[in-house]
């Protein structure tokens, strides 16, 4: 019972967009079961605000509500949920000094939690480019991390199912460029929501009923990846539908 009234929920919270799909019972576990670990990053934060939108908005408080967002969704559904960060800050150690020196012992510590035994870990970020006209998500992982694309794959087909259904952009491997996902030995993806230097896109992204639809999009991308690699167990899944 408690499944369909989430269901029900995030149908409402979804109302608003015309690509709404429904979603059926059968891919979510019931509440409070699924029992696996994830470890969302809210990317940037404190002195390092990341990308300003066109209309002058950091990337790093948009990318903080989207993870918290992500994180509740999980939570209800039983997963073991850690965020980098809660707030504006930056999590690094009290004695590194200098801003880059705290940049560089902020980013440790957010590997030492992507590489939390058995995590499946999701990086949120906004993209931005020089040219206005580009928009739509993106979803990165590294190259020798199979089960990274296959978590790409995951969040991309729900986000652009939901939110973004002319977005036709390929989820990208990349190499040692990208410090989190290349160090990181759990499945990871670096979540690029969409270019906050498109000014339609970035009034959606700096809009919470809209950061809220990213938030279940990632939300059921990563449970799909966690169903269909047996992290999750069908069972517990076909059980939420029944219950
Ligand atoms: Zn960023």
Redesign the pocket.
């Known amino acids: 019972m408690k499944i369909q009234l989430i269901i029900t929920a995030a149908a409402l919270a979804l109302s608003s967009c015309s690509a709404v799909k429904a979603v059926t019972a059968g891919t979510l576990p019931a509440a409070g079961t699924a029992k696996q670990s994830v470890v969302l990053d809210a990317?940037?934060g404190g002195a390092d605000g990341?990308?300003v939108s066109v209309n002058g908005v950091p990337?790093k408080g948009i990318?903080l509500n989207i993870a918290m967002g992500t994180g509740d969704l999980l939570r209800l559904m039983g997963y073991d949920v850690t965020l980098t960060r809660t707030e504006d800050i930056s999590i690094h150690d009290k004695d590194a000094e200098g801003l880059k020196e705290q940049k560089l012992s902020d980013m440790k510590n957010r590997l030492t939690l992507f590489n939390k035994a058995d995590s499946v870990c999701v990086s949120v970020?906004?993209?931005r480019f020089t040219d206005p006209k580009y928009k739509g998500a993106q979803m990165f992982y590294h190259r020798e991390n199979e089960e990274g694309r296959q978590l790409a794959e995951k969040l991309k087909t729900r986000i652009t199912g939901y939110l973004q259904p002319d977005n036709e952009r390929e989820t990208k491997p990349v190499d040692d460029e990208l410090y989190l996902l290349c160090n990181c030995k759990n499945p990871a993806v670096m979540a690029?929501c969409g270019f906050i230097s498109n000014p339609e896109e970035a009034a959606l992204l700096e809009n919470e009923p809209y950061q809220r639809q990213m938030s279940f999009a990632i939300m059921t991308g990563i449970n799909d990846f966690c169903v269909e690699s047996g992290r999750i167990s069908k069972k517990n899944a076909e059980n939420g539908s029944s219950s």
């Open positions: 990317g940037h990341g990308g990337e990318n970020h906004q993209n690029e």
